[in-house]
T-cell receptor, first 117, second 110 residues
């Protein structure tokens, strides 16, 4: 079946503009995650959804960052008033969810490379 | 979730076994050891996970010490396509986010 997909694959924007990044998880996966990876840096957790709720938003770096998930499927990560330090690869992952390690294998999408000029 | 320590880099000869160590001395009884890898310009890929017992799948083997304070990921016959950054992560079964450290950058050489 299809894996996690993300769009756009690349996004170049000007400082101060808003951007929306989209993630389509694997069908049937109830858990969805957003991470980002800055150039030369490790992967940084942003937010976790279980269904349409976000019980863990602890990784969002500022109030310019928000995310939503509708219908227990597609998620959108929005960055308002983008800054140059927001430039990174934004990765989405999904998993079956539920308790137990077997349900927590995360499948990652290819990422969206965001460049803020 | 417990912190892990991995060597920053290692080289491996094509066709030979690659043994990737990971220390997790503060691991708790309910925490699993996960391994992911990230090939250049791709998203991370799940490899294997384990709790106490050694595990093997089509990609790799995971050897966990009896005290669970360290583990080794074994790629039995490394290929050039195995060149990647390998991440060892410790996480509770019911946990959600993955906390990635620096990982080990593995270069498989012909």
């Amino acid at each position: 079946g299809a894996g996690v997909s993300q769009s756009p694959s690349n996004k170049v924007t000007e400082k101060g503009k808003d951007v929306e990044l989209r993630c389509d998880p694997i069908s049937g996966h109830t858990a969805l995650y957003w991470y980002r990876q800055s150039l030369g840096q490790g992967l940084e957790f942003l937010i976790y959804f279980q269904g349409n709720s976000a019980p863990d938003k602890s990784g969002l770096p500022s109030d310019r960052f928000s995310a939503e998930r509708t219908g227990g499927s597609v998620s959108t990560l929005t960055i308002q008033r983008t800054q140059q330090e927001d430039s990174a690869v934004y990765l989405c992952a999904s998993s079956l969810g539920g308790a137990g390690a077997a349900y927590n294998e995360q499948f990652f999408g290819p990422g969206t490379r965001l460049t803020v000029l | 979730d417990a912190k892990t320590t991995q060597p920053p880099s290692m080289d491996c000869a094509e066709g030979r076994a690659a043994n990737l160590p990971c220390n997790h001395s503060t691991i708790s009884g309910n925490e699993y050891v996960y391994w992911y890898r990230q090939i250049h310009s791709q998203g991370p890929q799940y490899i294997i996970h384990g709790l106490k017992n050694n595990e093997t799948n089509e990609m790799a083997s995971l050897i966990i010490t009896e005290d669970r304070k360290s583990s080794t990921l074994i790629l039995p016959h490394a290929t050039l396509r195995d060149t990647a950054v390998y991440y060892c992560i410790v996480r509770r079964a019911a946990g959600n986010k993955l906390t990635f450290g620096g990982g080990t950058r593995v270069l498989v050489k012909p």
